[in-house]
Nanobody, 119 residues
Framework: QVQLVESGGGSVQAGGSLTLSCTAS????????WAWFRQVPGKERERVAS???????TYAESVKGRFRISKDTDTPSAGLQMNALKPEDSAMYYC??????????????WGQGTQVTVS
């Protein structure tokens, strides 16, 4: 059974930085894609960043130049370095993972979420 465990959320002042981490256990696929999503109550979930098995990254426009996604194949784990945080970055952040298939990355596994609050 695949489990994703996140850590690193918290409260920070605007302009500050936080690093989120997500570690997978029980993952046995040959490939892995990672993504970070965030959600604010009453709003749709937004994909913040993703990194494919080969290392290609994508970012939401709202975080480009401020956030950086990374992965460690050996663990396996992923991180999200968040700099120059803004109050609008406040949300519950979720990591997601899954194998790379013929249709692209499938994020079938999710963490429990970690709260980020920027004041």
């Amino acid at each position: 059974q695949v489990q994703l465990v996140e850590s690193g959320g918290g409260s920070v002042q605007a302009g500050g930085s936080l690093t989120l981490s997500c570690t997978a256990s029980g993952y046995t696929y040959d490939s892995i894609c990672w993504a970070w999503f965030r959600q604010v109550p009453g709003k749709e979930r937004e994909r913040v960043a993703s990194i494919e098995n080969g290392g290609r990254t994508t970012y939401a426009e709202s975080v480009k130049g401020r956030f950086r996604i990374s992965k460690d194949t050996d663990t396996p784990s992923a991180g999200l370095q968040m700099n120059a945080l803004k109050p609008e970055d406040s949300a519950m952040y979720y990591c997601a993972a899954g194998p790379l298939g013929p249709m692209g990355c499938g994020f079938g596994y999710w963490g429990q979420g970690t709260q980020v609050t920027v004041s």
